[in-house]
């Protein structure tokens, strides 16, 4: 297949003598292992501190190994009667609905969640993740590299 004249690649695709004059960057490959689990990718606290969220988990799947994205794309799994935060902040993400089945509150809606729902939550919305199912509700979260810390709020 040619490549139109002017065609941007990506740093991966660039040969190996470009690569030593470009920034340097980094190209990852997270093998799935089954139960929601990737080569290399370990568990997390789904925050350092802090109460109003229960029984969740993260594991970041890019943002926190040297890459130079613009965003991060972070699988957060919780546990049946878990929940996250409840809060807003300034930036957006993006959820998709991978495992199990969950329900999400934004603003003053709630919705279910099932596998391959997606949601856009906009900057300011106040919006919390639950999970009062039998199995676990795993979800990737794509959201800003550079973004501000959320504001907690209460019911």
């Known amino acids: 297949m040619k490549k139109k004249a002017g065609a941007e690649q990506s740093f991966c695709e660039l040969p190996a003598a470009t690569r030593k004059t470009e ?13 929601y689990r990737w080569k290399g990718v370990r568990d997390e606290p789904y925050k350092p501190e802090g109460s109003g969220w229960t029984k969740i988990i993260r594991r970041v799947l890019v943002g926190s190994h040297g890459e130079t994205a613009k965003f991060h794309v972070r699988y957060f799994e919780i546990s049946p009667g878990g929940n996250s935060s409840l809060e807003k902040h300034r930036h957006e993400h993006v959820v998709i609905c991978i495992r199990g089945r969950g329900v999400v509150l934004t603003g003053k809606k709630k919705r279910p969640m099932t596998y391959l729902d997606t949601l856009y939550i906009s900057p300011d919305v106040p919006h919390q993740l639950m999970n009062p199912f039998k199995e ?6 794509i959201v800003n590299a550079r973004r501000a810390r959320p504001q907690l709020l209460k019911r």
């Open 23 to 35: 920034k340097p960057n980094i190209c990852a490959f997270y093998k799935h292992r089954r139960d």
């Open 136 to 141: 676990p509700f795993g979800f990737l979260c």
